[in-house]
């Protein structure tokens, strides 16, 4: 081949080849876009591990704290899903073999609680309930103010730890 001709050639293989990149490229961009929004949370990977019933029960759970404490960040505390809200551990919960928990993170919350459902079992700091059953919103929000008056009670300065009215 002459000169001109390779000469050509080299430049329309090297712009294939930075389109195909170009595309790549575009393609991986969209990927990781998709991924960060697809991209599972700590709780997300924590609830695979439970039967279908468990999870649905935990997940309602879960959606119900997200509803009254919309600005909660979802992590772990103890291994267990937890929701924080600057930097306090708020409400929380967990599955077991033969039950579900739901954990206030103090020791006295649950002791302020007038009336809890009677297939609830609790001690000090959990509410246990069966798997299937879903707590009603109007007692989590309960538990949960009362937690957010302890914490702001005990903390100087000013809290965002507000449950949603």
């Given amino acids: 081949m002459d000169g001109g001709v390779w000469s050509s050639w080299k ?9 195909i990149d170009a ?16 991209a599972m949370t700590v709780i997300d990977k924590h609830l695979r591990k439970f039967s279908k019933e468990q999870r649905e029960t935990l997940e309602h ?5 997200l509803s009254i404490i919309p600005q909660a960040k979802e992590t772990l505390s103890y291994g267990m899903p937890a929701f924080e809200v ?9 599955g077991f073999k033969n039950h579900c928990s739901y954990f206030p ?14 297939w609830c079992e609790v001690s000090k700091g959990t509410l246990k309930f069966p798997i299937g ?5 109007s ?25 949603k009215k």
């Fill in 86 to 94: 600057d930097g306090k551990i708020v409400a929380g919960f967990d």
């Fill in 105 to 118: 993170h103090s020791g006295s919350v649950l002791e302020e609680i007038d009336s809890l459902p009677a």
């Fill in 61 to 65: 759970l879960r959606e119900t704290i």
């Fill in 23 to 38: 595309g790549v490229l575009v393609t991986a961009v969209r990927c990781v876009e998709q991924e960060r929004h697809f």
């Fill in 133 to 137: 059953k879903k707590l009603p919103k």
């Fill in 11 to 19: 430049h329309l293989t090297a712009r294939l080849v930075n389109r």
């Fill in 139 to 163: 007692l989590v929000k309960k538990m949960i103010s009362v937690r957010v008056k302890q914490i702001l009670k005990n903390k100087t300065g000013r809290s965002s730890v507000k449950p």
